[in-house]
T-cell receptor, first 114, second 111 residues
Framework: DAGVTQSPTHLIKTRGQHVTLRCSPISGHKSVSWYQQVLGQGPQFIFQYYEKEERGRGNFPDRFSARQFPNYSSELNVNALLLGDSALYLC?????????????FGPGTRLLVL | GQNIDQPTEMTATEGAIVQINCTYQTSGFNGLFWYQQHAGEAPTFLSYNVLDGLEEKGRFSSFLSRSKGYSYLLLKELQMKDSASYLCTFNRGSTLGRLYFGRGTQLTVWP
């Protein structure tokens, strides 16, 4: 079975541009979460979507937005890119939202902002 | 707020046993997860503890004490491939879908 997939794997942008990152969850998983991981740090929660609705938002500016599609895939959009947005963006999927639901991570998209 | 503390770096030799400690502070604690992350790769799930006690899974075991806000990951019969970052993370009852991560412990296994 395919795991969580993300595209693109790597991306280089310049300040002020916008970027769209894509994620396909494990088949049957209805929840998708996005995390930002800066080098040397643990992942930081950005968003969670379940059944196409936003269920959680981390402490990120409004430049960050996301959505989930009827097939449960998801997009993360970042506008007006800053140098500090350079990071590994991880997508994680889980069957649902529950106390013991394990999140399974994709390989990530490595974004470099110049 | 939420806080997780774990050592930044640890080293060990092949065949040895290593224990990675994690302490956390939060309200509404639900359960604790451990993930392994090799350099440049995604975190992979290792274990989940919601009740006090030890959970054993092959060479890896994880322990939780809810009253002490403390967990550890025990790795036995270390192999070179165990060199990775180990991430301690928890979720809270009010925000189940959100994982709170520490900075991770970089483990280096020497031959």
């Amino acid at each position: 079975d395919a795991g969580v997939t993300q595209s693109p794997t790597h991306l280089i942008k310049t300040r002020g541009q916008h970027v769209t990152l894509r994620c396909s969850p494990i088949s049957g998983h209805k929840s998708v979460s996005w995390y930002q991981q800066v080098l040397g740090q643990g992942p930081q929660f950005i968003f969670q979507y379940y059944e196409k609705e936003e269920r959680g938002r981390g402490n990120f500016p409004d430049r960050f937005s996301a959505r989930q599609f009827p097939n449960y895939s998801s997009e993360l959009n970042v506008n007006a890119l800053l140098l500090g947005d350079s990071a590994l963006y991880l997508c994680a999927s889980s069957l649902a939202i529950g106390a013991q639901e394990t999140q399974y991570f994709g390989p990530g998209t490595r974004l470099l902002v110049l | 707020g939420q806080n997780i503390d774990q050592p930044t770096e640890m080293t060990a030799t092949e065949g040895a046993i290593v224990q990675i400690n994690c302490t956390y502070q939060t309200s509404g604690f639900n359960g604790l997860f451990w993930y392994q992350q090799h350099a440049g790769e995604a975190p992979t799930f290792l274990s989940y503890n919601v009740l006090d006690g030890l959970e054993e899974k092959g060479r890896f075991s994880s322990f939780l004490s809810r009253s002490k806000g403390y967990s550890y990951l025990l790795l036995k019969e270390l192999q070179m491939k165990d060199s990775a970052s180990y991430l301690c993370t928890f979720n809270r009852g009010s925000t189940l879908g959100r994982l709170y991560f520490g900075r991770g412990t970089q483990l280096t296994v020497w031959p």
